[in-house]
């Protein structure tokens, strides 16, 4: 316990856990409405009460964990909102891929995407050289348009196709490491053929 002048001791350089993670959700909005997913049901919370972080709040974020020499294995920005939905997606990912390939505050950065915000621009944003590994998922869960919109509630299969397609062109042709994409399916009776 400190009194009421002390200042709390901030540890520096703690202990680094191996398979930790820091979950980051930047948003809790969707573009799409997933039938496996509590930010579709009305019910739920997420549904009910959504916005966006402040940018500042998650900078400020990053630049604490520098400061305190902090290491995770791994960052997700992604929990159950869609993360480029957030305004400022593009200069929060590159705040902290600098900070990682700066200050080796996380091995390995990731995202998970359902890709319908994957724009020319943030392609561009995103493609990088970086030293610090970054993987993107692509949430697909579906390889026909019936099925994807069975799936995701609403017909976007066609642009996220080519959102993906553009998005592989592009780190092809600048001979990008990263990210490197991964391409995610939920398997479930409604997709399984």
């Known amino acids: 316990m400190h009194g009421r002048d ?13 398979g930790s993670y820091l979950v980051v959700e930047l948003t809790n909005q969707c573009s799409l409405r997933c039938v496996h997913c509590s930010v579709s049901d009305q019910t739920d919370l997420h549904y009910q009460q959504n916005g966006f972080m ?3 709040l998650f900078t400020q974020l990053i630049d604490d964990l520098v400061d305190v020499e902090s290491h995770f294995q791994t960052l997700i920005l992604f929990w159950l909102g869609e993360p480029l939905l957030h ?8 705040h902290a891929v600098r900070a990682a390939n700066q200050h080796h505050i996380f091995d390995q950065i990731e995202v998970h995407t359902n890709a319908t915000h994957l724009t020319r621009e943030m392609s561009r944003a995103i493609t990088n050289e970086g030293l610090v590994p ?7 869960d579906a390889n026909t348009t019936d099925t994807y919109l069975r799936i995701k509630g609403r017909d976007r299969f066609t642009q996220v196709v080519d959102n993906i397609k553009y998005f592989l062109h592009l780190r092809q042709q600048l001979g990008a490491r990263w990210p490197r994409p991964i391409f995610q399916f939920i398997v479930g009776e409604n997709n399984e053929d």
Do not use: I
Not at 87 to 94: C, E, K, N, V
């Open 6 to 18: 002390e200042q709390p001791t901030v540890t520096r350089n703690p202990p680094f856990l191996p």
């Open 54 to 56: 402040q940018p500042s």
């Open 87 to 94: 305004p400022q997606f593009a200069d929060l990912w590159r």
């Open 134 to 140: 970054q993987m993107w998922h692509f949430s697909l």
